[in-house]
């Protein structure tokens, strides 16, 4: 990414988990990117590959979808049709020439703020090494 400018990441966030460990990461006061907006979702599984590509269309340099580790979903089976998803999504990024590492998957439990914080960090690294989302200029210009 060029000049200074910080990539935006938008995360869709699993209320059982993923978000309850971002809570407890603002709660215990752990440098986090600003530059990251959260939307909660009650299950991975909520996270429907066209927000993905919505999102990415719409500007964001990178979408990541937080949810229970397997086995854990309060759904039971939500997150493995999550990790499908996400897959599938991955690889029609690759079929239209994106990078598939700007959509990323990840467990993380409600007591894993430090993951959360790791994972949002070297997201946000990998991003800055990657060209800038084209889509950013239409929308924003
Ligand atoms: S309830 Fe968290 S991933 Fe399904």
Not at 6 to 24: I, K, S, T
Not at 38 to 53: K, Y
Not at 65 to 83: I, K, L
Not at 92 to 102: Q, S, Y
Request: hydrophobic share 40%; proline share 3%.
């Amino acid at each position: 990414m060029s000049g200074n400018e910080e990539p935006r990441v938008l995360g869709f966030l699993c209320n059982w988990c993923a978000y309850a460990g971002a809570d407890l990461a603002g709660v215990s006061r752990l440098q986090l990117p600003a530059n990251f907006c959260v939307i909660r979702t009650m299950c991975s599984a909520r996270t429907e590959p066209l927000f993905l590509f919505k999102a990415l269309l719409g500007g964001m340099d990178g979408v990541l979808v937080a949810g229970c580790h397997p086995g854990d979903c309060h759904y039971q089976r939500g997150n493995y049709f999550t990790r499908r998803r996400l897959v599938m999504v991955q690889e029609i990024l690759k079929a239209l020439n994106m990078e598939h590492e700007r959509v990323r998957l990840h467990w993380i439990s409600a007591s894993e703020c430090s993951l959360y914080q790791k994972v949002l960090t070297e997201f946000i690294e990998d991003l800055k090494g990657m060209e800038r989302n084209v889509a950013r200029d239409e929308v924003f210009l």
